[in-house]
T-cell receptor, first 114, second 114 residues
């Protein structure tokens, strides 16, 4: 069974601060996705990283995939109250029998105070 | 284009009662998934389907059954509800896997079993 350990579980910061969320595993993933979920809604995809060492930027969000494709991080610069939400990492396994299944981390609840 | 819809949005059951959750998608996706989300545990896969008429067990299938009689619908059944099944249930769909393709989630069903 593949596991993704996500940390921290809770993050409460002031507007303008920077933060990093980590996602770690002992397993190799073919790709890793980051989702954001708001209360009462389903998760929505932010980004997918595929190549080891890959870095993707989405405005103030920077996503990195570890060289060995076992870990990933999400860094937010100058957080804003609109960034508040639940952030989930999810790993996908390669192979025809994976059927697109994802292994999710536990999630990080981010609260950004004005 | 509604995407993924789920009915009902909320439901309260007594222990031992049965119910069916309906998921519908209008994106012609082959693959569909049922997850449950509990605090601090991310999303866990219950059952999934890789096409009309096919279903398979996920990580936590006990106490649930599913059916996919039509490509656009994926039903999740609880034959005899237990308090441990109190959770938020999400349905998702995606195209036939290539790893980088995202899963599209419905808005969720909040189920309470008393």
């Amino acid at each position: 069974t593949q596991l993704l350990e996500q940390s921290p579980q809770f993050l409460s910061i002031q507007e303008g601060e920077n933060l990093t969320v980590y996602c770690n595993s002992s397993s190799v993933f073919s790709s890793l996705q980051w989702y954001r979920q708001e209360p009462g809604e389903g998760p929505v995809l932010l980004v997918t990283v595929v190549t080891g060492g890959e870095v993707k930027k989405l405005k103030r969000l920077t996503f990195q995939f570890g060289d060995a494709r076992k870990d990933s991080s999400l860094h937010i610069t100058a957080a804003q109250p609109g960034d508040t939400g639940l952030y989930l990492c999810a790993g996908a396994s390669a192979g025809g029998t994976s059927y697109g299944k994802l292994t999710f981390g536990q999630g990080t609840i981010l609260t950004v105070h004005p | 284009n509604a995407g993924v819809t789920q009915t009902p949005k909320f439901r309260v059951l007594k222990t031992g009662q049965s119910m069916t959750l309906l998921c519908a998608q209008d994106m012609n996706h082959e693959y569909m998934y049922w997850y449950r989300q509990d605090p601090g545990m991310g999303l866990r896969l219950i059952h999934y389907s890789v096409g009309e008429g096919t279903t398979a067990k996920g990580e936590v299938p006990d106490g649930y059954n599913v059916s996919r009689l039509k490509k656009q619908n994926f039903l999740l059944g609880l034959e005899s509800a237990a308090p441990s099944q109190t959770s938020v249930y999400f349905c998702a769909s995606r195209v036939k896997p290539r790893d980088i393709y995202e899963q599209y989630f419905g808005p969720g069903t909040r189920l309470t079993v008393t």
